[in-house]
């Protein structure tokens, strides 16, 4: 099946820096979803990016698609004890299914 | 309330025995899913249906059955060929495409295997 790479697995920030998940495949992709999972709990869907180059901004959070539409980042400015969890990537090739990254665990030390 | 119910929350089982997991929804989504996640691991997809009477498998599904009778169920049997059942499973529906429709996730059900 199509594979996802989501770098690095797990990182440990000081709060108030700044952290970023990269998601790479080798395929040119439809769409990709972006997933927080909180300790315990379970994926809340976040955002959708379709369009290359696209960037979309919640509050502190910047989600976007590469040109090549075959990698994607989310970058969180200033981090809180409340961004702690796992940030997947779900990326669609065109096989109408999604294909989860491994996650990317992010640890924040108040 | 609308969401996804899964339960229990908390499964124990003996090898070798079969066990069901359950999964309801009330969003009125026709696509269901079934997820596997172990720790510090990414969601590999078991099954997904897409209408009534009719799924298909995922990446890792043997070992497993479902069914889907009702839209608003999809139960999932983790059978005794699995060979390593002890995991977080997941369960998740969307309104329609697979692809591109946004999963809502239940609260999963953490099955382990004695």
């Known amino acids: 099946g199509q594979q996802v790479m989501q770098i690095p697995q797990y990182q440990h920030v000081q709060e108030g820096e700044d952290f970023t998940t990269y998601c790479n495949s080798s395929?040119?992709?439809?769409?990709i979803q972006w997933y927080k999972q909180r300790p315990g709990g379970h994926p809340v869907f976040l955002i959708q990016?379709?369009?290359?180059?696209e960037v979309k901004k919640q509050k502190r959070l910047t989600f976007q698609f590469g040109e090549a539409k075959k990698n994607s980042s989310l970058h969180i400015t200033a981090t809180q004890t409340t961004d702690v969890g796992t940030y997947f990537c779900?990326?669609?090739?065109?096989?109408?299914?999604?294909?989860f990254g491994g996650g990317t665990r992010l640890m924040v030390k108040p | 309330d609308g969401g996804i119910t899964q339960s229990p929350k908390y499964l124990f089982r003996k090898e070798g025995q079969n066990v069901t997991l359950s999964c309801e929804q009330n969003?009125?989504?026709?696509?269901m899913y079934w997820y596997r996640q172990d720790p510090g691991q990414g969601l590999r997809l078991i099954y997904y249906?897409?209408?009534?009477?009719?799924?298909q498998k995922g990446d890792i599904a043997e070992g497993y059955s479902v069914s889907r009778e009702k839209k608003e169920s999809f139960p999932l049997t983790v059978t005794s060929a699995q060979k390593n059942p002890t995991a977080f499973y997941l369960c998740?529906?969307?309104?329609?495409?697979?692809?591109?429709?946004?999963?809502?996730f239940g609260p999963g059900t953490r099955l382990t295997v004695l």
């Open positions: 998740a529906s969307s309104a329609g495409s697979p692809g591109t429709d946004t999963q809502y």
């Open positions: 395929t040119t992709l439809s769409n």
């Open positions: 990016l379709v369009k290359s180059g």
């Open positions: 969003l009125n989504h026709d696509a």
């Open positions: 249906s897409q209408i009534v009477n009719d799924f």
């Open positions: 779900a990326a669609n090739n065109a096989g109408n299914m999604l294909t």
